[in-house]
Structure formats: structure tokens, C-alpha cells
């Protein structure tokens, strides 16, 4: 009897193993896919990052139908909130040459927008055709979110469509590459995202929240430097402050933080500063003076009545005491 | 014969009780700690050695701002360091380096104020075997503008 379970018991584990090797020898018939009868389309987000007042969001909505059905009639794109000028459907379909660059084929006549809506009507033989939307995001729609409704339509009479989002538009704004300057551009306005001179400080007296200045001194490394109005007088070396300027905003020096909008060089690549950030930031503490700025340094300032909160980017400098500035802005109240 | 098995039966009653006490010992003896920690989870050693070896001061970019190197008297037990004009004092990282197997208390956690500099910042430094400690004091000055 035992010898019998133990004769079983191989019997079993040989035809196991031999349907195993049987399996993982079978060939894969391999088929072509069929494309479906029916009218296609898929579309992507092509843009990263913040989604920013003025700024773009970039999508590629593809469509295809088989060409026996028929052929492409239009496209449209619309969008939750009218986008801001500018806001088109590319008429060309993008193909990559060998060269790695895009190539674009004309397949329909210019996109026309017309409130919320952005047509392209084609205007070639096209089965299949990928178009590029560009959504310039309006003031309207700051702190909310946006959907886009991509659809395509057929000669057959089909139509078909994708809705992308929602998408959070950021509450901060940006301006980019301001110059500054010892001695002239040298009063920064949060309030104002503006530089200004000291004739032109006066005016904005009670917006000017940093002072730039360079100073080039043996003794000590105060060079490039970000100093609100109110600090220590020290720190404002032959300043003389114009008539009414004088608040004190709070500053926290950081370096490498490169934000991608911010930075020219795409090489930073994907560090996003967003809305979060300026929300979780606490300055309590902090001094009203930022010295020894480099390259690639940063500030993040809150403003003396708490209703902003920055981030300056250290775009470039110069010893003939000059620097291009970036800054984010968030609106706190 | 009666006596004989009486003795036999001792005989194993003994061996038995010889043979628990024999495991008791071992499972004692393999279950003591022969890899003292202290309260930090860190290993305490025999070293003696107690003393900071180098000092580093950041600002809150985590950059540098230390003016030339920081003088360490390890007699004085004290750590003199210059730092560069215009830095927050309040806001600031120091880096100790310390000998082998010392630790800091207390501990640095983050950023450490400096502002006051009537009122230097203290350390201890404690040696490997957590057996000598030593008070060092950290004075900053600032480098004039």
C-alpha cells in the first residue's frame, strides 16, 4: 500500500513537471492588431509643473479613424473657463524626423476660438492626426480648476471625445527676469512685482519691500545683497533711503533652490515652487537682510503687512554691481 | 537490590536537575549583553578619547559661514569661530566633528541661535565609554563690515 502511494505520488510529480515544461514551451501565436472600426482618439498633458496665470498648459489630443470609415472632419477644445488670448489648437500634426525634431504637416485650416471653444476644421484627406492645444491660462481662473474637453468628429457622422482635469491654477503669479542695479534700480516692490528707481520709489513709498545693493568690499563678503528698508543701517552701507520707504519684510537666504519657472536654464529640471510651498512657509524669526547673494541663491521674503509671500531667484550677477532677479508671489490675503 | 534502585533513580534525579541547571547557565550566558548601548541606541566602547576635532557653522542655505577656521582649544575646551559679516546669528547650523565614539549633548537638532554672544552655547562632549565629559563653549564673533 505504501509502496503504491510512494509509485503515485512520482507519477503525479512527473506528469506536473512535464505539463510545466510542455506550457513554457508552447509558441505565442502572435496577431496584428486590428484597429477598432470605430473612431479613435487619446489625449495627454504635455506640460508640467504650477499651472500659472499668463502661462501655458500644452496638450496633444491624437484622433484616428480607418480610412475606409472616412476621414477627419474637426476638432475642437473646450475649456471650463474661456482661456486668456493667445489660447489656439495648433493646425499642423507633429511627426519626429530623424534629427529628433518635430515636424509639423498642415491638416486643417488656423484654429479659431470663440469664447470657451477652439476649432480646427480640416481641411486635407487625414485619418489620423495629433494637434497640440495651448491653454493660456486666464486671470479668471486663478485658485481654481479647469477641465478641457477634447472631441473629434468623422465625415461618418461619429464624434468622440476625452475631458482633461480638473487642473489647480496656482494662486501665485510670477515675474520673470527683472534687472536691477546698484545706486539706480534698486527698490523692489513685492506688492508691485516692479523695481524702481529712487524717484520713482517715492511714489510707491509704502511697496517697497527690499532694497538691492552691491557692495564690493575687502574686509567683508557683502557683495550682492537683498536688505529690506527697516534693517539695521548697517546692513544699508551709503543708502539713502527715500522719503517714506521704510518697511521691514521678513527674508530666509536659501541656495540651489532652482525653481524650473524661475530659472532660465532648463537644466534645473523639476523642482517646481507651487502654492503649498508658500503656505507651509514660516519666516518667524527670520532677519530683514539677505547678504552675500551668488548665483542660483534664492530669497524667500514674507512682506512687512503679511499680505505677500516671495520667492526671488538669483538669475545672474555682476561685479559692476547688476543682477537679474525672478520671483514667484503668492497672495496671502 | 531495593537500595540499588534507589540509588539508580537518584542518580538520575541528579543528572536531571545537573543537566537544567547546565542549560539555565547557557541560555543565561548567551542571553547577556556582551554589545553595550547607551540611551541614544549607540554603542558604548572603551575609548577614552574626548574632544571636538573640527567646526563647521552654516547659514540657513546650508552654505558655509565660517571666516577662516575655527580655532579649537581642546584645554581651554572651548571652540572660537568668526563668521562672515551680515550673518543671522539666530539662525544657524554648527557641524561638530568629534573624536572616536564621543557623542554631543545636547543633541543639535536643528537651527541654533548664536545671538547672544555675552552668552556663549555649551556643549558637552562625552567619550566613547561615556565616562568623561567635557564642557566646551562655542564663541562667535563677527567679522566687521
Known amino acids: 500500500m505504501r509502496t503504491q502511494s510512494k509509485y503515485f505520488n512520482t507519477a503525479f510529480l512527473l506528469v506536473a513537471a512535464l505539463s510545466l515544461v510542455g506550457t513554457s514551451c508552447k509558441k505565442n501565436t502572435y496577431a496584428l492588431p486590428v484597429a477598432p472600426d470605430k473612431l479613435q482618439d487619446e489625449a495627454i498633458k504635455r506640460t508640467l509643473g504650477p499651472n500659472i496665470v499668463g502661462q501655458n498648459i500644452e496638450f496633444a489630443y491624437a484622433m484616428a479613424i480607418k480610412p475606409s470609415k472616412g476621414k477627419l472632419v474637426n476638432c475642437t477644445a473646450v475649456a471650463s473657463i474661456a482661456g486668456a488670448p493667445g489660447t489656439y489648437m495648433e493646425n499642423r500634426s507633429f511627426y519626429t524626423a530623424q534629427t529628433g525634431a518635430d515636424v509639423g504637416v498642415t491638416v486643417g485650416s488656423p484654429s479659431v476660438t470663440s469664447g470657451t471653444t477652439t476649432t480646427v476644421t480640416y481641411n486635407h484627406d487625414t485619418s489620423a492626426a495629433t494637434l497640440r492645444y495651448y491653454y493660456v491660462i486666464p486671470e479668471a481662473a486663478r485658485g481654481k480648476t479647469v477641465s478641457i474637453k477634447f472631441t473629434a468628429t468623422s465625415s461618418d457622422g461619429e464624434s468622440i471625445s476625452t475631458t482633461m482635469g480638473p487642473y489647480t491654477i496656482a494662486v501665485m503669479d510670477m515675474k520673470l527676469n527683472m534687472a536691477v542695479s546698484n545706486n539706480n534700480l534698486m527698490y523692489i516692490s513685492i506688492a508691485d512685482s516692479a523695481v524702481y528707481n529712487a524717484a520713482d520709489a517715492v511714489a510707491h513709498a509704502a511697496s517697497i519691500d527690499l532694497v538691492y545693493l552691491y557692495r564690493n568690499l575687502t574686509t567683508s563678503a557683502f557683495n550682492h545683497a537683498l536688505v529690506a528698508p527697516a534693517a539695521d543701517p548697517q546692513y544699508l552701507p551709503g543708502v539713502t533711503l527715500p522719503a517714506g520707504v521704510n518697511r521691514s519684510a521678513k527674508m530666509l537666504k536659501v541656495f540651489n533652490l532652482q525653481d524650473h519657472n524661475l530659472a532660465a536654464n532648463e537644466q534645473f529640471g523639476g523642482t517646481f515652487i507651487d502654492d503649498i510651498d508658500f503656505q507651509k512657509l514660516d519666516l518667524t524669526g527670520d532677519p530683514n537682510f539677505a547678504l552675500n547673494l551668488k548665483l542660483d541663491a534664492g530669497v524667500w521674503v514674507e512682506t512687512a503687512d503679511g499680505k505677500y509671500r516671495a520667492y526671488i531667484f538669483i538669475n545672474s550677477v555682476n561685479t559692476a554691481g547688476t543682477a537679474v532677479i525672478s520671483m514667484k508671489r503668492y497672495a496671502l490675503k | ?145
Not at chain 2, 563647521?56 to 559661514?65: C, K, M, Q
Open chain 2, 1 to 145: 537490590m531495593f537500595n540499588s534502585n534507589l540509588n539508580n533513580m537518584k542518580y538520575k534525579i541528579f543528572a536531571k536537575i545537573a543537566l537544567a541547571a547546565l542549560l539555565a547557565l547557557t541560555t543565561w550566558v548567551s542571553c547577556k549583553k556582551d554589545t553595550p548601548v547607551d540611551e541614544d541606541g549607540l554603542l558604548i566602547t572603551t575609548r577614552k578619547d574626548c574632544y571636538v576635532s573640527s567646526f563647521e557653522i552654516l547659514g540657513t542655505d546650508f552654505v558655509s559661514v565660517r571666516v577662516g577656521t575655527a580655532v579649537i582649544d581642546t584645554t581651554a575646551q572651548t571652540v572660537n569661530v568668526t563668521v562672515q559679516f551680515g550673518t543671522d546669528l539666530k539662525n544657524l547650523y554648527p557641524q561638530f566633528s568629534l573624536a572616536q565614539d564621543c557623542k554631543l549633548n545636547p543633541k543639535i537638532t536643528g537651527k541654533t541661535d548664536f545671538s547672544d554672544l555675552a552668552h556663549p552655547r555649551q556643549w558637552t562632549v562625552i567619550s566613547g565609554d561615556r565616562q568623561v565629559k567635557k564642557l566646551y563653549t562655542v564663541n562667535v564673533s563677527v567679522q566687521p563690515r
